[in-house]
């Protein structure tokens, strides 16, 4: 059984083998006699060791997994020998690479590049991530920023947060998608320190004269040797779609998230401000609110009960295309469902209270006589609706308006007419107004609340086209049926306006019409029953009272009382109550 060393690695404890810490910390040192003498050795030497770090913590499952010789290996074949690092490994390499080195490519990951920051160094790292210029990813940004209203500067401080930035020299490599290996390291070390183009040169030269020098058998047995099977191939490919599809449903679920939370973030500062700075055509919301609840606290909670779980989702859009995504931590997480659960359960209790304002419907009664015999024809017709702006049609809606008071006042239009017979004499009209409210006394008092009138003269009947209310009543589906009880024998003409306030047996045929009133109800001598009508413009289709005829090239179908028939060229057929015949010509 072999003995395990806890080690101190780039600030991160590890559990190693003791076979695996020998070999690891020979060429640990094997590194440190190769820069000896370089310029920046301290700093090359922290970064391969965090990036040592950062690839066994790939490769552990816990805090108490043992690394072993093994990864320890596979950690070697990655970072590359100290002796290779002036030049590509793939140039001196004889032997064959691993399976594992084969698959080891480093993928490009997104960082911020504070380096080259005008402000968190977003864009930059969006530049370096897409491969194109940072100087185009902030003009998209400003351009994204001005029409979205400025919403994408949440999105801006989403990505400051969430994406971390890239601080070692082997987070930097990682950003521009170079491998992260002990020869690219010690270069972006050395050009931190010496701009100079020369040393650049110099090394292009070495890279260059030491490939003219590779026989050009050993290199075609490396090619050989490092080519892949035919099942690896099919792998790769199947791997390479299957990324791209996750890729794809990233950022899918980046877009949509980040447009919901573009557009609860307005609808917030629209709705969540009305009691503070007054917004036009935002009263509404107050009108409708008959429970009184803060329209700033519903706005807010609603918010959060949406916008928590879109978040979430924009957050697994950036984790699916951005692997190396900072996590928000367990008290966020914690925190947002909490924030989440206390929204949800605020809005139910606000749901709740808006229900119980419409838990009961009272109504109340004003009846009146009106001075008309059954010897005399009643003439009935709505007011002018200068309101509604349409004479014609009955918006179940409301409206608000000030009056000459400046008081805002809620209109609507939800008016109903009712005629029915009486053996009485005299004619009564009766207003019956409904309203909503949390108990007995509330509805009763809205429903008193309403206002509404009518006007009678020579025999005729005007209606308000609508009833009004304080808005202090709030809309609490008030409604008007107007009912007239008229004596048996009477006459009754609806003007064309009443067509849509029209209740009970009354209907559009009844309008402009003289009912009489009977006591089974109102009767009309000159209406007509409602007609079935179709308009078709087309010469090839007939439908008169015969009944259905269509004509195409030499085909005929007919279809009237006697049955159904249809001829063509070759074929006749025959359906009637007799049964079906078919006759053809072959």
């Not at 659960?341 to 419409?358: D, K, P, T």
Request: hydrophobic share 40%.
């Amino acid at each position: 059984m072999n003995k395990t060393v806890n080690i101190n690695l780039a600030g991160t404890f590890f559990h190693i083998d003791e076979d695996a810490y020998l070999k690891l910390q020979r060429y640990l040192e094997a590194i440190k006699r190769s820069f000896t003498d370089s310029q920046g050795r301290t700093e090359i030497i922290a970064d391969i060791e965090a990036r040592i770090a950062e690839l066994f913590n790939e490769r552990v499952q816990n805090d108490r997994q043992v690394i072993r010789i093994k990864e320890v290996d596979e950690v070697i074949s990655i970072m590359g020998q100290p002796e290779d690092y002036l030049v590509d490994d793939e140039i001196f390499e004889d032997e064959p690479q691993s399976a594992y080195e084969r698959k080891s490519t480093v993928s490009k990951k997104l960082f911020r590049d504070t380096d080259n920051s005008y402000i968190g160094g977003v864009a930059s790292g969006l530049g370096h991530y897409l491969g194109i210029d940072a100087v185009w990813v902030r003009l998209l940004w400003v351009l994204l920023t001005v029409g979205s209203g400025g919403t994408f500067i949440f999105i801006y401080i989403l990505f400051w947060v969430l994406v971390p930035e890239a601080k070692t020299t082997a987070e930097k490599i990682m950003m521009t998608g170079e491998p992260v290996n002990i020869s690219n390291i010690e270069k972006k070390i050395k050009d931190g320190f010496d701009t100079v183009s020369e040393t650049v040169s110099d090394v292009a030269k070495n890279v260059t004269e030491a490939a003219k020098k590779v026989d050009l058998k050993k290199q075609s047995n490396s090619i050989k040797s490092s080519s892949k099977t035919f099942f690896d191939t099919i792998a790769d490919v199947i791997m390479f779609f299957f990324k791209v599809f996750a890729k794809f449903i990233g950022i899918i679920l980046i877009f949509v998230g980040a447009s919901a939370l573009i557009g609860l973030i307005i609808c917030l500062f629209s709705l969540g401000v009305t009691d503070i700075v007054h917004i036009p055509g935002v009263d509404m919301a107050n009108i409708v609110n008959a429970g009184n609840t803060p329209i700033w606290v519903a706005s807010l909670l609603f918010f959060f009960a949406v916008a928590i779980p879109f978040f979430f989702l924009f957050y697994l859009g950036l984790k699916i295309l951005i692997t190396n995504l900072k996590s928000i931590g367990n008290i966020a997480k914690f925190t947002l469902l909490g924030l989440w659960l206390f929204s949800i359960i605020g809005l139910i209790v606000i749901g709740i209270n808006e229900a119980s304002e419409h838990a009961y419907t009272e109504r109340v009664i004003e009846k009146q006589e009106i001075p008309f015999t059954a010897s005399d024809t009643l003439k009935i017709k709505m007011g002018d609706d200068d309101l509604f702006n349409n004479r014609y049609y009955r918006n179940h809606s409301f409206k608000i308006a000030n009056n000459d008071k400046g008081e805002k006042i809620i209109y609507s239009s939800d008016i109903r007419i009712i005629i029915k017979p009486t053996t009485d004499t005299i004619a009564t009209i009766s207003i019956e107004k409904s309203a909503d409210g949390r108990n007995y006394e509330k509805a009763i008092a809205r429903a008193k609340n309403i206002l509404y009138g009518y006007t009678f003269e020579n025999n005729e009947l005007i209606l308000n086209p609508y009833l009004s209310t304080l808005a202090k009543n709030k809309f609490s589906d008030q409604e008007i049926e107007v009912t007239l009880q008229l004596p048996e024998g009477s006459v009754v003409k609806l003007g064309d306006n009443t067509t849509h306030y029209l209740g009970h047996e009354l209907h559009s045929n009844h309008v402009n019409k003289y009912l009489n009133i009977t006591e089974d109800g109102v009767k009309c001598d000159d209406c007509e029953d409602d007609e079935f009508e179709i308009n078709i413009d087309s010469p090839n289709v007939i439908i008169d009272e015969n009944g259905i005829e269509i004509k195409s090239d030499n085909n005929t179908i007919k279809i009237d009382n006697n049955g159904i028939k249809a001829e063509s060229e070759d074929v006749k057929l025959n359906i009637n109550k007799n049964g079906v015949n078919v006759k053809s010509e072959n």
